[in-house]
């Protein structure tokens, strides 16, 4: 995956508030269930970053002060998307987003934009407070993808991907998906507790998939909003191979497999491997999000 080294990224879209300091205690997602229950989805589930109890509000901290803000410094052209791994994360989501506004205007979907929040450890949201061992999830509260970068080493170390820049582009495509069904209405059908391998939470954890594929499809042809041109300049083969093995190594059969020993359809939240690689296969060969229709 390349960017055109000469685009302008739009850091605003992204904000950086690794290193900040959170403040009080309060319960996390993946803590102690209080209050009211709100739903996240994420990418993967081990004991889970998607349908938890979540504590209700969450004070809701400002976003942290520009010193800390490193993004908006380092991260102003697709050169810096093409050598650090924070710059490459605001490019993505600056595509992602662009094409689903180009999307919208085709009437497909009213896309409204989404930041990404760049965190470290923990971070305050509207669906509670959450530390990174969630991994990378969507708060539909706040309308807004929290990240923290190491969940991609942990990708590779712990959940045994390939890795590579278009793996962390699938993740982050795969969290705008979610964003995509919460403006469609369609992200509540996964917060009925249920789960299974025909289970509306995995429904919807492919069509998230399925819609990270679609862009995937558009990614180097979608136009950028600062030069005209695409921003992504090429995707290779090797690239979708690295997101296909991505999307395979966080399907719940092998994440069982490896922490528990066993594989129990009857739990599975997010889809199995195959299942997760077909339906980034669909959108990705198709180009179409009519296409992703998980729940016929
Ligand atoms: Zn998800």
Not at 84 to 111: F, H, L, M, P
Request: aromatic fraction near 8%.
């Amino acid at each position: 995956m390349q960017f055109d080294d000469n685009a302008r990224l739009d850091t605003s879209e992204v904000q950086d508030v690794r290193g900040s300091r959170i403040p009080g205690g309060g319960a996390t997602i993946g803590g102690g269930i209080v209050g009211l229950v709100v739903l996240v989805v994420g990418l993967v589930l081990g004991i889970g970053p998607d349908q938890l109890g979540l504590s209700s509000g969450g004070d809701q901290s400002a976003p942290a002060s520009s010193s800390l803000a490193r993004v908006e410094q380092a991260c102003r052209t697709g050169q810096d998307a093409n050598t650090k791994d924070d710059c490459r994360i605001v490019a993505v989501v600056n595509s992602v987003q662009d094409y689903w506004t180009q999307e919208s205007a085709r009437g497909q979907v009213a896309y409204t934009k989404a930041s990404t929040v760049l965190f470290s450890r923990q971070v305050n949201t509207a669906c509670g407070n959450a530390t990174s061992e969630v991994g990378p999830f969507y708060c539909p509260g706040d309308q807004t993808v929290y990240l923290d970068l190491g969940f991609f080493d942990e990708l590779r170390t712990k959940f045994g991907a390939t890795g590579g820049p278009f793996a962390q582009a699938y993740v982050v495509a795969h969290e705008y998906g979610h964003h995509v069904q919460d403006l469609q209405g369609t992200l509540g059908r996964s917060q009925n507790g249920l789960t299974g391998a025909d289970s509306a939470s995995v429904k919807t954890e492919l069509q998230a998939d399925c819609y990270a594929g679609v862009w995937a499809h558009h990614a180097t042809t979608v136009k950028d909003e600062s030069t005209g041109r695409p921003l992504i300049t090429s995707l290779t083969d090797a690239d979708v191979k690295d997101g296909l093995d991505a999307a395979a190594a966080v399907g719940d059969d092998r994440i069982q497999e490896e922490f528990q020993g066993r594989v129990t359809p009857d739990t599975w939240t997010h889809g199995s491997s195959e299942q997760r690689q077909q339906w980034f296969g669909v959108g990705y060969r198709t180009g179409d999000m009519a296409r992703c229709d998980t729940f016929r």
